[in-house]
């Protein structure tokens, strides 16, 4: 597989939390699903860059929602993974859970 083709922790998990969301997955929504799940506390604008770059590879698709009242009129730009983007999460999976396959780790952490 070429270099770069494999998805980083936080590409997995932003992936995963619009995957978990279907329809609801916008901005501040997957950024709290994945605080809610993980307790990582990311910055908002780190989840938008992480999804505008898995835009630019095909692996999400967005589209904008219609303007609503509590937002001052504003649309939400709502996110879905693309099929490729669902191979990708696949993909990555499969490899991380080859490396732990029969790794045994010392109880106290040292390796």
């Known amino acids: 597989m070429p270099r770069g083709e494999y998805l980083g922790e936080f590409e997995q998990m ?13 901005g501040m929504a997957i950024l709290d699903e994945i605080h809610t799940r993980t307790g990582t506390d990311a910055a908002v604008g780190s989840v ?29 730009r709502y996110f879905a993974v693309e099929p490729a983007g669902a191979f990708a999460l696949t993909r990555s999976r499969a490899a991380i859970d080859a490396l732990w396959k029969d790794l045994e780790l010392p109880a106290d952490g040292s390796a």
Do not use: Q
């Open 14 to 26: 932003v992936m995963l939390a619009v995957a978990r969301l279907g329809a609801d997955a916008y």
């Open 48 to 76: 938008y860059a992480a999804l505008d770059r898995l835009e630019r590879r095909g692996y999400v698709a967005s589209s904008i929602g219609d303007p609503t009242p509590e937002r001052g009129g504003r649309a939400k």
